[in-house]
């Protein structure tokens, strides 16, 4: 509980800075990044810290329930939560009107402030679970760990339909854009393939999602008018 906490409290000051400087939240997003890794690298120096004497955390949260594993049941569980968050929730419904709109949003009386310093929130104890459920399954904890995963996350978002601008998209999207660039990347490798060329077949893929995004809205708002 305390790392999902820890998590949530470093999300939220990414809310705050882009709160009180007026900036985009992806942009400070990646900046604290870099400093919350160098802190992990510092607080570890540098070195896996493995678990000798794992407790009941471990062994509940980190075996397999059906050749399962547990963080598998954690993952859809938290899918399903976040889409009825997402979409059936006055919350929810905030987040995608800011993110289409801010100024129509404020208009409309949303506090985009709070809003934001909520999801940021939100988004930073999602990474805490993350972290306590990945730690739980290795039962060591590796500061390198998940350190390229940013632009992963970024491609699964806008495979699964996230538009880069804001105000659409859904979980469910971001889930099969996840499945999908880790089925690229393990039939890469099981062809054999050099971990170089899945970091090529990667990009293009992003490249390719982002160029069918921007045609499919020209051509809705070629429509529209």
Same mark, same amino acid.
């Given at each position: 509980?305390?790392?999902?906490?820890?998590?949530? +409290?470093?999300?939220?000051?990414?809310? +705050?800075?882009?709160?009180?400087?007026? +900036?985009?939240?992806?942009?400070? #997003?990646?900046?604290?990044?870099?400093?919350?890794?160098?802190?992990?690298?510092?607080?570890?120096?540098?070195?896996?810290?493995?678990?000798?004497?794992?407790? #009941?955390?471990?062994?509940?949260?980190?075996?397999?329930?059906?050749?399962?594993?547990f963080i598998v049941y954690a993952f859809v569980v938290l899918t399903i939560l976040l889409s009825l968050?997402?979409?059936?929730?006055?919350?929810?419904?905030?987040?995608?009107?800011?993110?289409?709109?801010?100024?129509?949003a404020v208009l409309s009386g949303y506090r985009v402030g709070v809003i934001r310093l909520l999801t940021t929130g939100l988004l930073g104890a999602l990474c805490g679970a993350a972290a306590m459920l990945t730690l739980a399954f290795f039962a060591a904890a590796d500061p390198s760990q998940g350190g390229s995963y940013n632009i992963e996350v970024i491609a699964a978002a806008i495979i699964g339909g996230t538009a880069l601008t804001g105000g659409s998209g859904t979980v469910g999207g971001?889930?099969?854009?996840?499945?999908?660039?880790? +089925?690229?990347?393990? #039939?890469?490798?099981?062809?054999?393939?050099?971990?170089?060329?899945?970091g090529i077949v990667t990009g293009v893929v992003i490249i390719a999602a982002v160029c069918l995004d921007a045609t499919i809205r020209r051509a809705r708002a070629r429509s529209a008018t």
């Open positions: 509980m305390l790392g999902i906490l820890v998590g949530g +409290l470093l999300g939220m000051v990414n809310g +705050l800075i882009a709160n009180i400087f007026r +900036l985009p939240v992806l942009i400070v #997003s990646l900046g604290t990044l870099t400093a919350y890794s160098g802190l992990a690298y510092y607080v570890t120096n540098d070195n896996t810290i493995s678990i000798s004497n794992p407790g #009941s955390f471990f062994t509940i949260v980190g075996k397999s329930y059906l050749s399962v594993a968050v997402f979409r059936m929730t006055r919350f929810g419904f905030a987040v995608r009107a800011i993110g289409a709109n801010p100024r129509a971001a889930l099969l854009g996840a499945l999908l660039i880790s +089925l690229i990347s393990s #039939s890469l490798i099981q062809f054999g393939i050099s971990a170089n060329a899945s």
